[in-house]
């Protein structure tokens, strides 16, 4: 069980054999453990690294075993530590285009107009859509609801028929919604390019790299949004909305599992919501899956990890370099 803590086997042995054997040097060491001096003396390095070993007090020259009530307790909470520092990293950059939109969204003069209302909405993207010349490249997380996807065809058909590229990247949840999997579809034979993943960013709507809508408020894309033409910002979320292309699988094809991990894409980006903390029902509402399903998922993982807890689960995971 020690490697789950990060010891390697001789060193694990060699840490044994000196809380069993308190009073044996080196060489009698690599007799009971069955390795060589050099082995012994290399776990002995590695125990040093980790803390588990000190200078005896008694036996000049030699080391002794800290008590695992203490040594490993102390490894584990550096390990929550790290662990922690690592989800908090993640989740900041994971949320740093969406605050950093936000933050500035007052601020109109400077990057552009603030619509407000979803008929001010509605009205902008059919007029994005008809100055379309080149790309339109969007987000659309979440459910998809069947009038909002009606309400688009029209202006989807237009600007494909006038030859402009369309790439539109949803969630992997519209493959179980038929409506919305029947408007992908329907969108690829016009000549678009579709991929699903398991969570993507905000909604946004960039048109000819020049111009680009995104919600004031993430929570409530009916609210209103901000549109946005300053070329800093622009960078921005096309980086943003490249990179989450880039992993996302076309539709029609299935998402591979990982195959170090054996873990399915949204798997992958489960544990990664629950690593920085979310509740599971905010990690299924990211997901676009119910509570329960992310429980199924959880179950599968904790199993094929062989732990007894989340938390066990994802101490493994990050040594695996799974999250």
Same mark, same amino acid.
């Given at each position: 069980?020690?490697?789950?803590?990060?010891?390697s086997v001789?060193?694990a042995?060699?840490?044994r054999?000196?809380?069993?054997?308190?009073?044996?040097?080196?060489?009698?060491?690599?007799?009971?453990?069955?390795?060589t001096?050099?082995q012994?003396?290399?776990?002995?390095?590695?125990?040093?690294e980790?803390?588990?070993?000190?200078?005896?007090?008694?036996?000049?020259?030699?080391?002794?075993?800290?008590d695992?009530?203490?040594?490993?307790?102390d490894?584990?909470?550096? *390990?929550?530590a790290?662990?922690a520092? &690592?989800?908090a @990293? #993640?989740?900041?950059s994971?949320?740093?285009?969406? /605050?950093?939109? =936000?933050?500035r969204?007052?601020?109109?003069?400077?990057?552009?107009e603030?619509?407000?209302g979803?008929?001010?909405?509605?009205?902008?993207l059919e007029?994005?859509?008809?100055?379309?010349?080149?790309?339109v490249?969007?987000s659309?997380?979440g459910?998809?609801?069947?009038?909002?996807?009606?309400?688009a065809?029209?202006?989807?058909?237009?600007v494909?028929a006038?030859?402009?590229?369309?790439?539109?990247?949803?969630?992997?949840v519209?493959?179980?919604?038929?409506h919305?999997s029947?408007?992908?579809h329907?969108?690829?034979?016009?000549?678009s390019?579709?991929?699903?993943?398991p969570?993507?960013? *905000?909604?946004?709507?960039?048109?000819? &790299?020049?111009? @680009? #809508?995104?919600?004031?408020?993430?929570a409530d894309? /009916?609210?209103? =949004?901000?549109?946005?033409?300053?070329?800093?910002?622009?960078?921005?979320?096309?980086?943003?909305?490249e990179q989450?292309?880039?992993?996302?699988?076309?539709?029609?094809?299935?998402?591979?599992?990982?195959?170090?991990s054996?873990l399915?894409?949204?798997?992958?980006?489960l544990?990664?919501?629950?690593?920085?903390?979310?509740t599971?029902?905010?990690?299924?509402?990211?997901?676009g899956?119910?509570?329960?399903?992310?429980?199924?998922?959880?179950?599968?993982?904790?199993?094929?990890?062989?732990?007894?807890?989340?938390f066990?689960?994802?101490?493994?995971?990050?040594?695996?370099?799974?999250?």
């Amino acid at each position: 069980m020690l490697d789950v803590l990060g010891l390697s086997v001789h060193a694990a042995a060699v840490y044994r054999a000196m809380l069993d054997h308190p009073a044996e040097g080196v060489e009698q060491l690599a007799e009971r453990c069955l390795l060589t001096s050099g082995q012994v003396h290399d776990g002995l390095d590695e125990l040093g690294e980790l803390m588990l070993v000190r200078a005896s007090a008694d036996r000049p020259g030699r080391l002794r075993a800290i008590d695992p009530a203490v040594g490993l307790a102390d490894m584990v909470a550096r *390990q929550e530590a790290d662990l922690a520092a &690592r989800q908090a @990293a #993640l989740a900041a950059s994971r949320e740093a285009v969406t /605050r950093m939109v =936000a933050d500035r969204a007052e601020q109109r003069a400077a990057y552009g107009e603030r619509l407000l209302g979803m008929d001010a909405i509605l009205g902008r993207l059919e007029r994005m859509g008809r100055e379309a010349r080149t790309e339109v490249f969007s987000s659309q997380p979440g459910n998809q609801r069947p009038e909002d996807l009606e309400a688009a065809r029209a202006g989807d058909a237009e600007v494909l028929a006038r030859g402009v590229t369309m790439r539109t990247l949803y969630q992997d949840v519209i493959r179980r919604q038929p409506h919305a999997s029947v408007y992908a579809h329907w969108l690829m034979v016009q000549g678009s390019e579709v991929r699903t993943a398991p969570s993507i960013p *905000q909604r946004i709507v960039i048109v000819d &790299r020049a111009q @680009a #809508l995104v919600p004031i408020d993430p929570a409530d894309n /009916r609210k209103g =949004a901000l549109h946005v033409t300053e070329p800093g910002l622009l960078a921005a979320l096309l980086d943003f909305l490249e990179q989450a292309w880039s992993t996302a699988v076309p539709l029609g094809a299935t998402g591979p599992e990982d195959p170090e991990s054996g873990l399915t894409p949204t798997e992958t980006e489960l544990l990664r919501l629950l690593g920085s903390g979310i509740t599971d029902d905010t990690a299924g509402q990211r997901l676009g899956i119910s509570a329960r399903t992310v429980g199924r998922h959880m179950a599968s993982i904790m199993e094929r990890l062989n732990a007894t807890s989340r938390f066990e689960a994802g101490i493994k995971a990050a040594q695996h370099g799974w999250i």
